[in-house]
């Protein structure tokens, strides 16, 4: 049998054994016009024709050609392995050749598992694995989440001494990374003697995913510094977690990185590209490589939509989008989330409807939770809180806490303590309330002077053992990412920093700040005490040590993890205007860009 007939041809596959050991001779052979049309197949409707014919030629019964026909189908991304599990049944005694491709073609469906269950058959039909056994059979727990059974493949590996081949170890590092586990991917990571780069990939790309991007851009020194080739792959994981860090210094190094070794040809490189400029705080750098790339797909014109929705530039998302259309790119459900996203943050009341009903009435795509979200968040911010409350409850599918969470915030902004009310209790039934609820609902109590019912919301956080999610802003400087937590003192300049916003707040104060002690949420604090409380939220810190340690008119660039509070957006509005400083803030939701004394948000986020 020729080998290069069949599309076996994936360099990362290590599937390419190709011959079947318990092949039937066939007394005809298959004519060879069939085997060229196999060849140059493309579709699940032109491989049943071409079925049909080797059907009407009687070669039904050579191994060879079903073996052709179920590999086929594994590799088709258009096909079902429906087909390919209705062939294989017909095969009296299939070999292990078949079991490995039939595995691995179930791996990369969306029921992965049943790699595992035709697995356990197989074992039960006195079937041997062999080394490419085990790299699909734990892809398809990887691909399902699914540890237990990862484990066991895991364990099986290790009694049938498999477990240090160079194919398996890779894809056991994924598995353990993709089913959350990243610690016992390092164990396997650091038990191999010279790992390779597709096993370095694989550890980089667990930590970016675990929200690790520290220990992921340690890995990637390390692999410089072993002199080993760095791939597409780990690029992508690299931008992915200079992107979470908000290291911008760092992206722009990676950038050159990039471009020195050729990489930037990837359309999907310079996708993450953009992203990292974009969540950097970058816009101008994101624009500079979407229209420097040659050729663009859905992905790369998603990024660069969701960068002006991140940045504030709704109507600059929405007309990208418009330019997208009539390009011929078809968006899909993650371009529409970028388009809904920039209506809602720039208050595209109308437009962010009309784009939502347009998703499946005019493109077929399926509205999901986060598309919901986005409308809720669309109408609440614009204080449409009763249809928001009517349009999650006239949702096909049961709201989650993140929907009825996004309203009740909505109801803190604009002070509807009665609605916010009833949307905490639905947050309850569903039992995931978390410190942020409590909190939002004591606030809107608190601005509403109503004390007892801040009280008695205290009092049920503390019976319910409920923590509030501390806040933390990063700063980069000189390549070094400082955090700094909300009154923390453990930074190295801590005492100078405190100081330094002694002495600011001073400075806002004479040109109008006003301390928002509205926003604390202790009752029985004095003024004094409240003031003191906001003057060392962590977005200050970080600002502060931004003014320290960086010279005069260079842009501060801070990443915090929660919204950002309403006293230090004036206060940072101000100090932008005082120290005549960019400062480029990206919170939870949103970048702000506070320059003279206001920010790019409008005051709308
Ligand atoms: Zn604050
Ligand atoms: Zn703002």
Same mark, same amino acid.
């Given at each position: 049998m020729p080998a290069s007939i069949l599309p076996f041809s994936s360099p990362s596959s290590p599937t390419t054994k190709t011959t079947s050991s318990n092949s039937i001779s066939n007394p005809k052979q298959p004519h060879p016009s069939s085997l060229s049309l196999l060849q140059k197949c493309t579709s699940l409707r032109e491989l049943k024709q071409i079925h049909a014919t080797i059907l009407k030629t009687h070669f039904q019964s050579d191994i060879s050609i079903l073996t052709k026909l179920i590999n086929f189908c594994s590799l088709n991304p258009t096909?079902?392995?429906?087909?390919?599990?209705?062939?294989?049944?017909?095969?009296?005694?299939?070999?292990?050749?078949?079991?490995?491709?039939?595995?691995?073609?179930?791996?990369?469906?969306?029921?992965?598992?049943?790699?595992?269950?035709?697995?356990?058959?197989?074992?039960?039909?006195?079937?041997?694995?062999?080394?490419?056994?085990?790299?699909?059979l734990l892809k398809a727990c990887a691909n399902s989440k699914a540890l237990e059974q990862g484990k066991q493949v895991h364990c099986l590996a290790i009694k049938l001494k498999f477990h240090h081949n160079i194919y398996v170890q890779p894809t056991l590092i994924n598995m353990y990374a993709e089913c959350g586990d990243v610690r016992a991917a390092r164990r396997i990571f650091n038990q191999m003697g010279r790992p390779c780069i597709v096993s370095y990939n694989a550890m980089i790309a667990g930590y970016a995913r675990s929200s690790l991007p520290n220990e992921a851009l340690a890995l990637f020194r390390e692999l410089q510094a072993f002199d080993i080739k760095p791939t597409d792959v780990t690029m992508l994981c690299v931008l992915s977690s200079c992107a979470l860090l908000g290291a911008l210094e760092l992206g722009k190094w990676i950038h050159e990185y990039i471009k020195k070794h050729g990489l930037d040809v990837y359309v999907k490189v310079n996708t993450a590209l953009i992203d990292m400029y974009a969540k950097c705080g970058s816009l101008e750098d994101a624009i500079r490589v979407f229209e420097k790339m040659r050729s663009r797909d859905t992905q790369a014109w998603s990024a660069m939509i969701i960068a002006y929705a991140i940045h504030g530039h709704g109507n600059k998302a929405i007309s990208l989008f418009e330019e997208m259309k009539i390009t011929g790119i078809r968006p899909d459900e993650i371009t529409f989330?970028?388009?809904?996203?920039?209506?809602?943050?720039?208050?595209?009341?109308?437009?962010g409807r009309r784009y939502f009903y347009s998703m499946r009435d005019q493109y077929g795509i399926v509205p999901g939770i986060k598309h919901y979200g986005c409308i809720v968040d669309l109408l609440g911010r614009a204080g449409l809180l009763d249809e928001a409350y009517e349009f999650i409850q006239s949702l096909p599918i049961k709201p989650t806490p993140i929907l009825w969470r996004t309203l009740l915030s909505a109801c803190g902004v604009h002070g509807n303590v009665e609605l916010g009310k009833r949307v905490i209790k639905h947050i309850f039934e569903l039992e995931d309330?978390?410190?942020?609820?409590?909190?939002?609902?004591?606030?809107?109590?608190?601005?509403?002077?109503?004390?007892?019912?801040?009280?008695?919301?205290? +009092?049920?956080? +503390?019976?319910?053992?409920?923590? +509030?999610?501390?806040?933390?802003?990063?700063?980069?400087?000189?390549?070094?990412?400082?955090?700094?937590?909300?009154?923390?003192?453990t930074h190295i300049q801590s005492v100078e920093l405190h100081r330094m916003l002694d002495e600011l707040v001073k400075q806002l104060k004479l040109v109008g700040y006003v301390p928002d002690t509205s926003l604390v949420f202790h009752a029985d604090m004095t003024e004094e005490a409240k003031e003191a409380s906001l003057r060392y939220h962590s977005e200050k810190l970080a600002i502060a040590f931004g003014l320290i340690n960086t010279p005069p008119g260079m842009a501060i660039r801070v990443v915090k993890n929660l919204r950002v509070c309403g006293d230090c957006h004036s206060a940072a509005k101000l100090i932008s205007m005082i120290f005549d400083r960019q400062i480029i803030l990206r919170d939870l939701h949103r970048f702000h860009h506070f320059k003279d004394g206001s920010c790019s948000c409008g005051d709308y986020w």
């Open positions: 096909s079902t392995m429906d087909y390919a599990q209705n062939l294989f049944d017909k095969i009296p005694q299939p070999d292990i050749v078949l079991f490995n491709i039939m595995a691995r073609g179930y791996a990369r469906t969306h029921t992965p598992i049943q790699a595992v269950v035709l697995f356990i058959h197989m074992l039960n039909l006195g079937i041997s694995p062999d080394d490419y056994t085990f790299p699909s989330l970028g388009l809904l996203y920039a209506c809602s943050h720039t208050g595209l009341v109308n437009e309330s978390h410190g942020g609820d409590y909190v939002i609902l004591s606030n809107m109590c608190a601005a509403d002077g109503r004390w007892n019912d801040v009280n008695s919301i205290r +009092k049920l956080m +503390k019976d319910r053992g409920v923590a +509030k999610v501390p806040g933390c802003s990063s700063i980069e400087v000189d390549n070094v990412v400082h955090e700094f937590f909300s009154g923390d003192g």
